[in-house]
């Protein structure tokens, strides 16, 4: 059976009220990003901007790159207090991140805070649980560490960008591209891309109909935490 356009863009416009009603809940989390420097605690925020209480958990991971791509482990070394956390609506609440381990003498430690909200009467539509869930990159660092030392190759076979990254600070890269010195171009996608960890390596693969028209000269191109940023790209993988 086909549904006519004027009831179709009905049926719509009540679904999207629904979610919106259903959201109204949603949590909102601050800081996005934590970097403690010499400092075994941090706190993150948690604020229920809606009109119902909702319940969330808050777990850590240690982050890794493994292969070339995001590795998340269950770690006790970074601890969340409270874990579980009943939010009343349009109240804030205060959770430590607290390092229990020996802080690095030196370099950074990455982890991922996971925050999700739990399913209760509130935030399910038709029987189906529309939850929200916040990732927040988290480091412990030393307060001597080297900044981020990355060295890019493009691997045309596989249509992949690789970054190396020697240092011991992580490098954020968001608005990724690619750029030959003939003009040619092609994107990896707006917004963030992701991070290259201290002591790690990742891939990023494109379109190969993108990488196969690069010629000669290849920069990259992308917004990391200092802003704007260019860096040579080998078309050749080091000896």
């Known amino acids: 059976m086909r549904i006519g356009e004027p009831r179709l863009w009905l049926i719509l416009l009540m679904t999207m009220a629904l979610v919106h009603e259903a959201r109204a809940g949603a949590m909102q989390v601050t800081p996005v990003l934590i970097d403690s420097i010499g400092q075994a605690a941090a706190t993150i925020t948690l604020r229920n901007a809606g009109d119902y209480p909702l319940d969330a958990q808050v777990r850590v991971f240690r982050w890794s790159q493994d292969g070339g791509a995001d590795r998340l482990e269950p770690t006790d070394v970074v601890v969340a207090s409270p874990p579980l956390v009943t939010l009343r609506p349009n109240t804030d609440y205060a959770v430590r991140l607290v390092h229990q381990g020996p802080m690095p003498a030196r370099g950074e430690e990455s982890y991922r805070v996971l925050i999700d909200e739990l399913p209760n009467a509130q935030n399910r539509v038709n029987g189906v649980a529309l939850l ?108």
């Open 132 to 239: 929200v869930r916040q990732s927040i990159p988290v480091f412990f660092s030393a307060r001597e560490r080297d900044d981020a030392q990355v060295t890019w190759r493009l691997e045309k076979a596989d249509g992949a960008l690789v970054g190396v990254n020697a240092g011991d600070r992580r490098l954020r890269v968001a608005d990724l591209k690619l750029n030959d010195d003939r003009g040619a171009r092609v994107a990896g996608g707006p917004g963030l891309r992701g991070y290259v960890l201290g002591h790690s390596t990742v891939r990023w693969t494109f379109p190969r109909a993108g990488i196969d028209r690069l010629r000669g000269h290849v920069l990259a191109a992308f917004t990391s935490e200092s802003g704007p940023t260019h860096a040579t790209v080998a078309t050749k993988p080091p000896p």
